[in-house]
C-alpha cells in the first residue's frame, strides 16, 4: 500500500491543521493506521493510532485532548485533526500502515510495514 500524507503547514501557537493521509494499492480496511512525528534532532514518536475499523483509537500523553484521529474505510483516507498546537508539536509527521495485534504495537514504529512521505507542521511561537 502506497501513503501519501499531506495538509502541514506553518501555524501559530493555538492554531490547528488536518493532516490527511491518502491510502492507494492496497486494502485500507485491513491496516491499522498510525501517525508518528519527528523533529529535528529528535527520535521519531508515536502520535495517534486508529484501528481498521476505528473501534480501538490511541494518542500519545502530549497531544491527548489537542487530536482527534479518524478514518474513512469507504475513501481510504485516515485524518489527523489537531488543535491548539504548541511550538513543540512542530515537526515532520507521518501516516503508516501495518497488520499486527493492535495492543501489541501500536505505538511503536516497527509494525508499522509501509510509511508515507512525511508532512511538515511548523508552529511559531
Known amino acids: 500500500v502506497q501513503l501519501q500524507a499531506s495538509g502541514g503547514g506553518l501555524v501559530q501557537t493555538g492554531g490547528s491543521l488536518r493532516l490527511s493521509c491518502a491510502a492507494s494499492?492496497?486494502?485500507?480496511?485491513?491496516?491499522?493506521m498510525g501517525w508518528f512525528r519527528q523533529a529535528p534532532g529528535k527520535e521519531r514518536e508515536f502520535v495517534s493510532s486508529i484501528s481498521w475499523n476505528g473501534g480501538r483509537i490511541n494518542y500519545a500523553d502530549s497531544v491527548k485532548g489537542r487530536c482527534t484521529v479518524s478514518r474513512d474505510n469507504a475513501k481510504n483516507t485516515v485524518i489527523l485533526q489537531m488543535l491548539d498546537l504548541k511550538p513543540e508539536d512542530t515537526a515532520v509527521y507521518y501516516c503508516a500502515a501495518g497488520r499486527f495485534a493492535y495492543s501489541s504495537g501500536y505505538y511503536l514504529s516497527a509494525p508499522y510495514g509501509y510509511w508515507g512521505q512525511g508532512t511538515e507542521v511548523t508552529v511559531s511561537s
Open positions: 494499492g492496497g486494502t485500507f480496511s485491513i491496516y491499522i
